[in-house]
């Protein structure tokens, strides 16, 4: 069983890219096209967990999850590729990405969350809840992770870890300015602006 899943969920649904390409025409111009061919090698249907293959119950967004095997030509691909074939097959998607023996998983929920490449016995994939909708918040936490506090749904807790993220760089960007700083005034407004930034990032 591929990640642990049932093997009632298995398919195979090899899907060209020219059958992409001819689709969804319109979102793929030439440079768009070429990154897609230099990227990606082939884009495999491998499992669909639904409420007949796991035995639960449909929720009422969630309907169905696919596992998309994406076989990479490096280990070096835009976000924008994967992120662009969760949005035009306008499912709820988990891609298995692999290069050589190596592989990744990402999955796409407003933003793409991927892990680090690892052998295939590192990933297992658990459906843990009683509906469709709960099946997916936990995939999404699993691979993102992300844990939910403070009763958060699972979009308002990806909005809070986000803006974590971008107050983590900023002062960490800060920080390095400051140790270069040699006048006093503008380090010490650094370190105000420093000092500002951390409390926000404790207070979210």
């Not at 793929?28 to 007949?52: G, H, L, P, V």
Request: charged share 35%.
């Amino acid at each position: 069983m591929l990640l642990g899943l049932p093997e009632k969920s298995e398919i195979k649904k090899i899907v060209s890219k020219k059958q992409i390409y001819e689709k969804y025409s319109k979102e793929f111009n030439s440079a768009r096209k070429k990154s897609f061919n230099d990227e990606i090698e082939k884009i495999t249907f491998i499992n669909e967990i639904s409420k007949y293959s796991v035995n639960c119950e449909e929720g009422k967004e969630v309907k169905r999850i696919f596992v998309i095997k994406i076989d990479l030509k490096e280990k070096n691909f835009s976000d924008e590729n994967i992120s662009l074939i969760s949005k035009l097959f306008n499912q709820k998607i988990i891609f298995l990405l692999t290069n050589e023996d190596k592989f990744s998983l990402a999955i796409y929920q407003s933003k793409l969350f991927k892990t680090k490449f690892n052998n295939l016995e590192s990933f297992s994939l658990k459906v843990e809840g009683l509906n469709l909708d709960k099946i997916w918040e936990n995939f999404v936490l699993f691979i993102s992770g992300y844990q939910l506090t403070n009763e958060n749904d699972l979009n308002t807790q990806i909005d809070i870890e986000t803006k974590k993220e971008k107050l983590r760089k900023e002062i960490e960007i800060l920080e390095k300015q400051a140790r270069k700083e040699i006048q006093v005034k503008k380090a010490f407004e650094l370190h105000k602006k420093i000092k500002f930034l951390k409390n926000e990032l404790i207070n979210l």
